[in-house]
């Protein structure tokens, strides 16, 4: 009887705990911080009936509670809270109450900024980016390869799996990426991806406010931004506006049916990114291609609701105020609701005055793409606030003319459109990335084609971005696959046999384009010229291309030969911009000329030369 009874004891102050257990499961953001500009938040709280409880905010000075919302789901709640100016970092006590239930107390931090996070400096055209895809760049703690709870297992032999890179290996090798000439890092994205298969690439987030612990935790991301910026390098984030993971908590228990957009049947997008500026474009069109879904399992976000809106906002700024990343890469940037994308844009740049987002808009169209940049006068009235965007249709056009055996008419023509931005210097320019076949591949794997193509990212106007890699020509030949095209980074995994970061087992050739972007990115990091020059680009009748970057009578040359064979070029033809003969120093291979009328520069090679 005595063991019957302890056991009953036993149960009911289990089941009484249970039965007290605190309702809620999350709270989103998770904190927030005094003296922002954005001082007025929405948090989400999310637990069993939680709309049932009443909710009440301790008085505390300078913070008030606004409103309280609920929704078709009775698991969320909505609290507006107005953190004014003159409110103190502290605790806030939130008392959530109703008859049957003790009242639960919830401490919401309020929190000092970090010194000067305000005026954390964006990337620009001074800076160079590599583009880093974290699952496939280095594995550099073993220990988080699996995690408990997380559907996807390590698999390095499936190309599309979780192979182990993460934040540890950036970390250890961010010197590495500095001595290649590089002063920012674009890194795919890092958030929470539980989805049960393909998940390394990072763009079905799971968790806005969790680093995926494959890669690391929030603290070690913080930790890398703040390690880059010590060594004078800067961080850019990869976000994604549209659309969220299937496997997202939210998913599984929608606050309202209008959460996401949802129909009737699977609909995705139709791409038409036409209809935002066509005259003649259906309201069905516009509807599938902004509401549409890219894929069946990330489902499409709806913008227009204002609590979605209010906490995509909010998500970025934390992260902003959280990590001190300098920068973000908009995935998918006109998919979303174009107005909130620029609600979005206003309230990151107000906060962050100095801040720069590039935006991703893969079209091959320049009318459309400036469509988006700050400061375009648009025919529908529509104004934009992204300060960059990704030129593709340069990409593209270099592309077709390193291949072209004739001329370099595509890539002339594409820049000569540059009368459509209303700022070129800030356009990300690249010869691949992430999404597209490597450039070696793209250049049939030509080396001398791939150093004009470095030579020409690095020297025209706007912002380079580099693909991890690029440097010990990795490619992708006969596949699309994109699981091929991010391949893991040789040197990366402590029993690969050869080793890009130390140079062991790389070739030749590997060795050769590796030291010559260090020494075009390195000479590029501290030139002026190059960062807010002037450009003036000739005509050519051959395959040689001769562009110019100048401020006041300070002159860079560049000329690139794409022919088999070497060409002599008349320096009378230059006379618009040399005003005499050429005398200057070619930094590549740092030959000297001294007052010449003509010049003969080798088959397939570049001269970026520094006139005197």
């Known amino acids: 009887?005595?063991?019957?009874?302890?056991?009953?004891?036993?149960?009911?102050?289990?089941?009484?705990?249970?039965?007290?257990?605190?309702?809620?499961?999350?709270?989103?953001?998770?904190?927030?911080?005094?003296?922002?500009?954005?001082?007025?938040i929405e948090v989400l709280v999310y637990g069993k009936d939680i709309a049932s409880y009443k909710v009440t905010l301790d008085a505390y000075k300078g913070v008030s509670l606004k409103t309280i919302k609920t929704v078709e789901n009775s698991n969320y709640l909505f609290i507006t809270l107005d953190i004014s100016k003159e409110a103190l970092a502290g605790e806030l006590q939130l008392k959530f109450s109703k008859a049957d239930a003790d009242v639960i107390t919830y401490s919401y931090p309020i929190k000092n900024?970090?010194?000067?996070?305000?005026?954390?400096?964006?990337?620009?055209?001074?800076?160079?980016?590599?583009?880093?895809?974290?699952d496939r760049f280095a594995n550099g703690d073993v220990t988080n390869d699996e995690v408990a709870g997380l559907k996807e297992k390590l698999n390095r032999n499936d190309k599309g799996g979780r192979h182990g890179g993460d934040v540890a290996g950036m970390v250890d090798h961010l010197d590495y990426i500095k001595n290649l000439g590089f002063t920012a890092i674009w890194t795919n994205p890092i958030l929470e991806n539980n989805m049960p298969s393909y998940s390394y690439h990072g763009y079905a987030t799971t968790d806005f406010y969790k680093v995926d612990p494959r890669y690391?935790?929030?603290?070690?991301?913080?930790?890398?931004?703040?390690?880059?910026?010590?060594?004078?390098?800067?961080?850019?984030?990869?976000?994604?506006?549209?659309?969220?993971?299937?496997?997202?908590?939210?998913i599984k228990d929608l606050p309202s049916k209008d959460w996401i957009n949802q129909w009737d049947t699977y609909t995705q997008t139709n791409h038409k990114k036409t209809v935002i500026l066509d005259p003649y474009a259906t309201k069905k069109d516009k509807k599938i291609f902004f509401d549409g879904w890219f894929v069946p399992t990330m489902p499409d976000l709806n913008q227009r609701n204002k609590s979605m809106a209010n906490y995509l906002i909010q998500n970025t700024l934390w992260w902003?105020?959280?990590?001190?990343?300098?920068?973000?890469?908009?995935?998918?940037?006109?998919?979303?609701?174009?107005?909130?994308?620029?609600?979005?844009?206003?309230?990151?740049?107000?906060?962050?005055?100095?801040f720069n987002i590039v935006g991703e808009e893969w079209v091959l169209r320049p009318t459309i793409v400036s469509y988006w940049q700050k400061g375009k006068q648009n025919a529908n009235g529509y104004t934009s606030e992204l300060k960059s965007?990704?030129?593709?249709?340069?990409?593209?056009?270099?592309?077709?003319?390193?291949?072209?055996?004739?001329?370099?008419?595509?890539?002339?023509?594409?820049?000569?459109?540059?009368?459509?931005?209303?700022?070129?210097?800030?356009?990300?320019?690249?010869?691949?990335?992430?999404?597209m076949s490597r450039i070696f591949t793209q250049l049939n794997e030509d080396k001398e084609l791939l150093k004009l193509a470095l030579t020409y990212i690095a020297t025209i106007r706007g912002i380079p971005q580099i693909y991890y890699g690029t440097e010990v020509l990795m490619k992708n030949k006969g596949t699309e696959d994109h699981g091929i095209i991010?391949?893991?980074?040789?040197?990366?995994?402590?029993?690969?046999?050869?080793?890009?970061?130390?140079?062991?087992?790389?070739?030749?050739?590997?060795?050769?384009?590796?030291?010559?972007?260090?020494?075009?990115?390195?000479?590029?990091?501290?030139?002026?010229?190059?960062?807010?020059?002037?450009?003036?680009h000739f005509a050519t009748t051959n395959n040689v291309y001769v562009f110019f970057r100048y401020i006041?009578?300070?002159?860079?040359?560049?000329?690139?030969?794409?022919?088999?064979?070497?060409?002599?070029?008349?320096?009378k033809e230059y006379e618009e911009v040399l005003k005499g003969n050429l005398t200057g120093r070619d930094i590549l291979t740092e030959k000297q000329f001294k007052d010449v009328n003509s010049l003969t520069i080798t088959g397939k090679s570049a001269l970026v030369i520094e006139l005197e």
């Open 216 to 250: 690391g935790s929030n603290a070690s991301f913080k930790a890398m931004c703040d390690k880059a910026s010590e060594k004078g390098m800067k961080v850019i984030m990869d976000m994604i506006a549209n659309h969220s993971g299937l496997e997202h908590w939210w």
């Open 552 to 571: 006041e009578n300070e002159k860079i040359m560049v000329v690139l030969n794409k022919d088999d064979d070497s060409m002599t070029i008349n320096m």
């Open 320 to 354: 902003i105020e959280y990590s001190g990343i300098s920068g973000i890469r908009m995935d998918t940037y006109p998919y979303p609701d174009m107005y909130f994308m620029n609600d979005w844009t206003k309230a990151v740049m107000k906060e962050y005055t100095n």
């Open 486 to 536: 991010r391949s893991d980074f040789p040197g990366g995994w402590s029993n690969d046999q050869v080793n890009s970061f130390t140079g062991k087992g790389l070739s030749k050739p590997q060795l050769e384009i590796k030291n010559y972007i260090a020494k075009l990115f390195n000479w590029r990091k501290n030139n002026t010229i190059i960062h807010e020059g002037n450009l003036i």
């Open 1 to 40: 009887m005595k063991t019957v009874t302890s056991f009953i004891l036993v149960l009911f102050f289990t089941l009484s705990k249970i039965w007290a257990q605190d309702p809620i499961e999350r709270v989103e953001p998770p904190n927030w911080w005094v003296d922002m500009e954005y001082n007025v």
């Open 113 to 134: 900024r970090v010194l000067n996070r305000r005026n954390i400096e964006g990337f620009d055209s001074s800076d160079a980016i590599y583009l880093i895809t974290p």
């Open 389 to 435: 965007v990704m030129d593709f249709p340069l990409q593209n056009a270099l592309v077709n003319s390193l291949n072209d055996t004739e001329s370099w008419n595509a890539v002339y023509e594409e820049l000569g459109q540059d009368y459509l931005y209303p700022d070129p210097k800030n356009l990300v320019v690249f010869p691949d990335n992430h999404d």
